[in-house]
């Protein structure tokens, strides 16, 4: 003897359509992720993702990028300080031009050095000169020219759950 399955179950475009819900496409974004491991920068109506990783204690902020051959794009490292203040980085060992960008502890990018030189030891200011406010909370590094090529300027914001979130100026959801 043939046994039959009936279906009871409607597709699931089909039974949104008949209860009256959204499609799936119509429905709203998913709201933002954050994450530790992700940096998240605003521009205007765009986000941009960096995948990071985290450099919160001295020894990890001493080493930073040095002594690798390569940056992936869409990577970086995220420099994490107890407090806001006035802070300068140099390439010293390291191999790979970078963009530096300065956060205040809003997380704005107050500052961005671009291409950043391979092993020159020259102090890079995390302000331009004449800021009011030159206290930074955070600094990304990322790939050289990456910050051109993805429209990053100076005013965009970072989301990031170690940002004070009271008083971040993207804070995470």
């Known amino acids: 003897m043939k046994r039959f399955r009936v279906r009871t179950a409607l597709p699931a475009a089909l039974a949104a359509l008949l209860s009256g819900a959204a499609p799936a496409s119509a ?3 998913p709201a933002p992720v954050c994450r530790d491991h ?3 920068l605003i521009v205007g109506t765009r986000e941009v993702p960096f995948a990071v990783e985290i450099a919160d204690d001295p020894a990890e902020r001493a080493t930073g990028l040095m002594n690798r051959p390569a940056l992936k794009p869409g990577t970086g490292m ?3 300080f107890d407090e806001a203040r006035p802070q300068s980085f140099w390439m010293k060992n390291t191999l790979v031009p970078l963009d530096i960008l300065f ?3 809003a997380g704005v990018v107050r500052h961005i050095h671009p291409d950043a030189r391979p092993l020159d030891l020259t102090p ?3 302000a331009a ?6 206290d930074r909370l955070m600094v990304l590094e990322i790939g050289g020219g990456e910050a051109a090529r993805l429209g990053l300027r100076t005013g965009a914001v970072l989301r990031h759950p170690r940002l004070p979130q009271a008083t971040a100026a993207a804070p995470c959801p």
Do not use: Y
Not at 129 to 134: Q, S
């Open 78 to 80: 995220l420099f994490v």
């Open 103 to 105: 956060m205040d502890e």
């Open 27 to 29: 429905q709203t974004a």
């Open 129 to 134: 000169p004449g800021d009011p406010d030159p």
């Open 124 to 126: 890079l200011p995390g």
């Open 38 to 40: 992700l940096a998240t």
